[in-house]
């Protein structure tokens, strides 16, 4: 039994909530000093990679005038959507200040959470946008260099990546530590991390609906632009003809490079204000070490990404991945030094707590050789599908979904040994801590295990962003009428990126599932740090031994919020794939009016109106990504706040143990439902996202490999079946799944920041 | 907070657990003696309903050669299905008895458990083979009176499905009600309940691998007629010159009669087991009564149900669903009202304890509502289907995907209302007990609204079953070359029967919903009886006030178990998607094969082979139900066994409260995995569940909507692009989806069973 019954952890807990004015710890400030030095330096790296890329040659003017379409289409969206996101921001910010200002206990964070709330969300929109500023004018760059050499190419399109990558880590490092120090960390280091939960699901809400509106948007535009431009008018893909090419060419940066920016960025952003809550109730071991601990990880991760993008060099005959792999092993050893030394000088060289982290890296490595497994063409998985695709259609989608619906199998198991295992040697790692409960020792070893899936952070989303410039490159290259041999090498480079894509969305899940564990546990102390406090500021006593830790699922409230929760993953999955076919919808319209308006655009002798596909895709996704982010946001508020007070129907139960208020025990019937949502929303999000991400990665490549020749090649039936497939898997694996990573993490978020209003 | 700490609560437990000798209460006696004669006539009027059906006319000599090659096809699959699913029963009955025998604690149980579960068994395969034995007789009659009447032939179909209702539930409640007799049920009564968990898994085992076969047989056969004769060949659906087709109309026999008979079999016998253990823990308020009242209701809906099938009568003109839901009003009716009587004689006229009840039975006409609303024609979710299918059939499988993904959203909330409200009213109506916690009031309550909703199961598996004779009716029909109007009102009867079909399915996922938390409650009130014997046993005493209560999610082990419990059945959903998949190849070989072997058969010259085919499905089906069953069997063992030794490990911590066994706390870490396990694995199957049902359905009508004129009718584009999602439907809502009905509380069971195992 692992509980959170010790009598010592609720000590501590309580003495983390009632300001514990004893002399602070400072021997871990220099720490901060560093990391912060890091971060900063990280950013100016990740502007001479951006200087580095942007001094390429820029190509044709042909190439420049497509580049310039694609930029201008992309920035149009990001400014109207991320204006559209600051004003819901802003009206979420009044409701979080008037529900942290109506109650007496919560009134006095109401303006750090707030003003946290704020720089998290803005920290997230710019690191968002300024991946994408690279990236829309690193394409032409890779285009360009790609007609001389594909190592020189691919070098270019990585370091472009690099900026994503640096930029979305180190101000989540920044953000986070400059906060702590502002919010008086050194002086109160155990109370800070609590009001940095803002920061969290300021970062959370933007990046949901970056990636649900750039989720929509691209893949609204790609499969408006495949169903009128390749079935109803026969035209290749990337044809300059089909008016929404550019709008799909738009859709993979804002989709996928400023989508998956914001994933990461929450993703950072989450797992160190809990880690930091972890480590706030192990103060009694580190100190204020232990809580700047996932900082300083942090900036180990910037060096260590940084050095690995640095050495990657490929020659002109070597498989892209190959090249790509090597700086992802020179990164994660680099890593995996650097959490040896910051074990060494700030865990007090506790080995055992070594060994969580490196579950976290190892972790890391089996999700992407598991995503490898089911989505690459050598494997049984995509050979199924494509020799399903012989018989038609509907076995190829019947077996796509199989095959989908598999994949949770291994990654699950590599979760739970992760888990079991880092718990483990966070037990044994702090065994001669007296006054600690195993359980809180436990749960930093899985707080150690994420920290450690995540010290690679950066350069596995600068492998991501490769993906769509590459992409991008080729749309170029094919647009503007390039020699056959430019084609076959961006197409080359076009392949490993559809690779990187898939592996880094088995990363990005698997992180998640890491640090949902500790997020849970860091909303489970914000409920039991608000009884506390609460109950002290009435003059009563808790319990002995009482801890809020009985998230029971044979408990009804729990029970039935558990159910919404799992329910909420299905209907948020449902509303996102109907708004990529709505937006779809006014694409395909727009492009048959197009070439009814203007027959020269099939001949080929005048020119589309790109622009007005962009601007009505943008238009769309904006309008459809409403629904389903608020959904996300409204459910586990109004699930706390019916439920606390539709447990005076029930008659709450006097138990004996539960404490009391003026005489009468706390009703916790709201946080624990929330708590069942939480949990159990997150289980069925997790094992959705990894079927519909891999299921659509492996139609894709089933695709792909007919297209190299497999049973019957390009003009076969089974291409067409398999074309079939690879369209109903672009929602799946680039709207739905992608946003359901973001809706589990801003779930902890947002539930961790309105904690107050459910007690 | 509801939770099992009440010390009076876990003093009847403690009771419970050290054969209480007190003198046992009579005073319900009678109820049970009147229940079993209820099931023993209910059991005649069976009969007589056989009889009834099969004095009709048999129809015409080519009419009988085809519904013989039906009958011999299904009676030899059934044949040798329920012989390799009595290997299987014998050898997991062995397994049961060493391990119950393995210990000294469970050893006395061994017996009875062992002898329960072969009833149960043997129950199960009873009720699924005799409501197959009369629907595959059925069938040929009913086509014959179709040829005169529609409202003979309606009649006559719903009254060969009746013989599957009453025949199911009657051996239900024989089963049980004998058992606890036999087990001294009048002496003993509340220690008889725990000995009757061997039936309840005895009923699930073979019912998970009736449904797994069935469906798999039932859709391989489908699938592979269709993809060989619709695509290939080119010849129409139930085409005598198809090979397959026999095979085909054998699988809506062996898949639906015989896989949904045992599916409400085990609903039912789980249901009456969990509710008479739930019962056990309130003999101090009901006595015997409060045991036997699940009895009593299935006694109520065996008469009401044959009620409701007598009066269904409809004319010529009338919708037939029309006529089959007013046999539906009229015994939900009459079960309202026997339920009333059961509560003033057997609940001492506790009536919030009736409002229990009716919210049962008002779950299950909103789920059959809803149901209806997300798969039948008129309505906004199989149009939009329709109308996607226009672009093509990879709009049609996303647009059938978003929809069934929605589905899951109104039926949780209903779930949610059902549990919160009975909850309430159990408290409300016992709140005169004293002694026995608001918990266990609650869930009494939630129990009652269980056996509201199988208050008119029996009507409902008629309805079910009226489905595939129905079908087959028209299959005989359209082969044996009879006067289109005939076709006609086959036609009529099969599309209400397609109705039935989707409806009943939402019946079964509602009641399995419901039925879960009960099951979850007898799970944790097992393992509580096991560990306060063994703390009596040894001299000890439980410490005051601890129950078995605590499935923390936010404990590792319960956390892996629940991701463990979501992923299977994530997993088990593949596998058997798959296994039509492998099967229906093997068919679609032999169709091939026979048509190049024997030109004759496309010439109408010569007779295919139907027998070759229908032994080719049998074989392939009986062979993939082996892998995905014997999963779904092993995790929950494997998991409980594996965590009480993983424990060690972790060094299970000193907490104050836990039961000590000879100074040393009792090791509950396997118990606790599989309970996480068990909720969160029955919270996902009831989503995915409700998924590919209603996808399933929709894509299905989506095409009969369309072939009835929409969207060009069934020679148009839209009509092909239906046709994928309907076949891409067939193994979501004939294979995966039912076998996820029957996993659920397959798990509930098999937990409930190896509960000894896991302490």
């Known amino acids: 039994m692992y509980s959170f019954c010790s009598p010592a952890l609720a000590a501590v807990w309580q003495a983390n909530s009632l300001y514990s004015s004893q002399t602070p710890d400072t021997s871990g400030d220099t720490f901060l000093w560093i990391a912060l030095a890091v971060g900063l330096l990280s950013l100016i790296a990740a502007v001479v990679f951006a200087r580095n890329v942007l001094a390429n040659d820029a190509g044709t003017p042909e190439m420049r005038l497509i580049s310039d379409a694609i930029r201008e289409g992309a920035e149009a969206f990001m400014k109207r959507q991320y204006s559209a996101i600051a004003m819901l921001a802003v009206v979420i910010a009044v409701i979080l200040y008037i529900g942290y200002y109506a109650s007496a206990y919560s009134r006095p964070f109401a303006n750090k959470v707030v003003i946290s709330f704020i720089i998290g969300a803005a920290c997230s929109a710019l690191s968002g946008y300024s991946g994408m500023f690279v990236s829309i004018r690193a394409n032409i760059r890779v285009a360009s260099a790609a007609r001389t050499s594909i190592g020189k190419a691919l070098q270019t399109a990585l370091r472009g990546g690099a900026v994503t990558g640096l930029v979305v880590v180190s101000l989540s490092l920044l953000g986070i530590g400059i906060l702590f120090l502002v919010f008086g960390g050194l002086k109160d280091p155990q109370q800070a991390p609590y009001q940095l939960v803002g920061f969290g699901f300021g970062a959370s809400l933007v990046a949901l609906f970056a990636q649900l509106g750039g989720g929509i948007y691209t893949k609204a535009a790609d499969v408006g632009a495949d169903l009128v431009g390749k079935v109803e008018a026969g035209i290749p893909e990337d044809d300059p003809r089909n008016p929404a090419v550019i709008a799909d060419l738009v859709g993979d940066n804002v989709g996928d490079c400023a989508g998956r920016g914001a994933d990461i960025f929450e993703s950072t952003a989450a797992e160190n204000v809990g880690a930091m809550i972890l480590g706030a109730a192990l103060y009694p071991v580190f100190g204020v070490k232990g809580i700047l601990f996932p900082l300083v990880v942090q900036a180990i991760n910037l060096v260590a990404s940084i050095i690995g993008v640095t050495i990657v060099h490929s020659s002109e005959t070597e498989d892209p991945m190959h090249a790509l792999n090597r700086g992802y092993y020179v990164t994660s050893l680099l890593a995996l030094a650097g959490f040896a030394v910051a074990v060494k000088f700030m865990l007090s060289g506790h080995w055992w707590l070594l060994g969580s982290g490196i579950c976290g890296i190892i972790t890391s490595f089996l999700f992407v050789r598991i995503t490898e497994y089911y989505t690459e063409t050598r494997f049984r998985p995509v050979r199924s599908i494509a020799d399903a695709s012989n018989t038609g259609p509907a076995t190829n989608i ?362």
């Open 398 to 759: 019947i077996t796509g979904i199989a095959v989908g619906m598999e994949t949770p199998a291994l990654p699950v198991l590599v979760i739970g040994a992760a888990l079991l295992l880092s718990y483990y040697f966070g037990v044994r790692g702090l065994e001669d801590a007296t006054g600690i409960s195993n359980y809180a020792k436990g749960i930093y070893g899985t707080a150690i295990a994420t920290m450690g899936m995540l010290s690679s952070a950066a350069y596995i989303l600068a492998m991501d962003t490769f993906g769509p410039i590459t992409d991008n490159a080729g749309g170029i290259i094919e647009m503007s009428d390039q020699p056959h041999a430019v084609r076959e090498k961006t197409d080359r480079l076009d392949a490993a990126g559809n690779t990187t894509k898939a592996l880094t969305k088995g990363y990005a899940i698997g992180s998640a599932s890491l640090a949902a564990f500790l997020l849970f546990s860091a909303y489970l102390e914000s409920i039991h740090a608000i009884v506390a406090r609460r109950v002290a500021d009435s003059g009563g006593v808790l319990p002995a031994g009482w801890s809020f830790s009985n998230v029971n699922l044979a408990s009804v409230p729990v029970f039935v919020g558990a159910l919404l929760g799992a329910m909420l993953t299905y209907l948020f999955s449902s509303l996102a794939i109907k708004a990529v076919g709505r937006a779809a919808q006014f694409v395909i319209e727009d492009v048959r009016a197009q070439f009814r308006e203007n027959p020269g655009i099939m001949a080929g002798t005048s020119k589309p109106d790109y622009g007005r596909c962009v601007r009505i895709v943008t238009t769309a996704a904006l309008k459809q990504m409403m629904v389903p982010g608020l959904l996300a946001v409204a459910m586990p508020l109004v699930v706390g706040i019916s439920f606390r007070h539709l447990s005076g129907l029930f008659g709450v139960q006097q138990l004996s143990g539960v404490p009391t208020l003026h005489g009468l025990p706390i009703n916790l019937t709201g946080a624990e439902a929330v708590a069942g949502l939480l949990m159990v929303g997150t289980i069925s999000g997790i094992l959705l996202a990894m079927f519909m991400n891999n299921a659509g990665g492996a139609w894709d490549n089933a695709k792909k490999y007919i297209e190299t020749g497999a049973h019957g090649g390009k003009r076969s039936e089974a291409h067409k079946a398999a074309v079939v497939g690879d369209t109903v898997g672009d929602p799946f694996k680039d709207t739905a799944g992608p946003s359901l990573h973001v809706l589990i993490k801003l779930l902890a978020t947002v539930t961790l920041v309105l904690a107050p209003l459910f007690v």
